[in-house]
């Protein structure tokens, strides 16, 4: 009778021994180890971990178990290539290795070592969020950091204006260049993370007016005047939302400077004669209007 093959498992070389059978090596070996361990990383789901068959098995192999640390997390072998360790808590880096398992309740080898960054928490929220309003150029947005992330270090800002996402930067500084009508918008700054975590966001509202107000009407200064030119007309309107902020006041091409009434009087002119002035109205998100004019 032949010897039985060198194995590691001296309990079921006796019993083959008792029974007078011989085993070939391989169907006596421990398996090999899995190859190829791993996991996306950082990760704000629970950890998915997938590897490859180890590339020699001895007697039949069964399944895998699945370590977490030194901790085994599969209380029966999985008989796929993959796991989800739904007990997993969040916030760590968790090593994880596999064994193969064959007939008999046999452990292989570990197979190499996968780490993997479980984030569940929302980075810090982006503070001091500004932009000029009302203006009548593309909205610029600025805003600081809220500070470092807890874990999986942050990934980028998302910028949205309403419901709509505009852009991902990593700049803490956006314009919008995407408006074409007049309105009020209301943006928001979001921290996300490498974990595809999302932090809260503040707000700011921006008056966008791109609409020059209208014409001064009944531009009225009194012909012929022996005292200082004294000018009148009636408000415009302004259908941009901003609202009428002054009134630019020309005599020819000087500017004689703002008014914030319907009236001026020109107490810079020096020589009598006649002049022609104009007036032109300004908005507070600095869009000016078409001129009248008239000449005294």
């Known amino acids: 009778m032949l010897a039985p093959a060198r194995t590691n ?11 007078g059978l011989v085993l070939p090596p391989a169907a006596l070996a421990t398996p090999g180890a899995p190859t190829g361990l791993t996991a996306p990383s950082p990760t704000k789901a629970k950890p998915v971990l997938t590897w490859v068959a180890p590339a020699s098995v001895g007697a039949g192999l ?4 699945v370590y977490r640390g030194a901790t085994k997390v599969t209380s029966a072998p999985t008989a796929g290539l993959s796991y989800t360790d739904a007990g997993a808590t969040g916030n760590a880096t968790i090593s994880y290795t596999v064994r193969a398992v064959e007939v008999g309740n046999v452990e292989g080898p570990a197979s190499p070592a996968a780490s993997v960054v479980f984030d569940t928490t929302s980075p810090p929220t982006p503070t001091g969020l500004t932009a000029a309003t009302p203006t009548n150029a593309a909205p610029v947005l600025s805003w600081s950091s809220g500070g470092a992330d807890n874990l999986s270090g942050l990934r980028y800002y998302d910028v949205y204006r309403g419901s709509t996402l505009l852009a991902t930067t990593t700049a803490t500084t956006f314009t919008d260049g995407g408006l074409v009508s007049a309105g009020s918008f ?13 932090s809260a966001g503040p707000t700011r509202t ?5 609409v020059p107000p209208g ?6 200064p ?18 941009g939302g901003a609202g009428i902020d002054h009134y630019e006041v020309y005599r020819g091409t000087i500017d004689l400077g703002p008014a914030t009434t319907t009236g001026f009087v020109d107490t810079t ?8 002035y104009s007036v032109v109205a300004v908005d507070k998100a600095g869009n000016a209007g078409p001129s009248t004019a008239t000449t005294l």
């Open 9 to 19: 498992r001296p309990g079921l070389v006796a019993v083959l021994a008792i029974a």
């Open 62 to 65: 069964i399944g895998y178990n």
């Open 186 to 198: 209301a943006y928001a700054v979001k921290a996300e993370d490498l974990a595809g975590n999302v």
């Open 206 to 210: 921006v008056l966008f007016d791109n």
């Open 215 to 220: 014409t001064p009407a009944a531009f009225n």
């Open 222 to 239: 009194l012909p012929a005047q022996r005292t200082k030119p004294t000018l009148s007309w009636n408000a415009a309107t302004d259908t």
């Open 269 to 276: 002119v020096t020589v009598e004669g006649p002049y022609a």
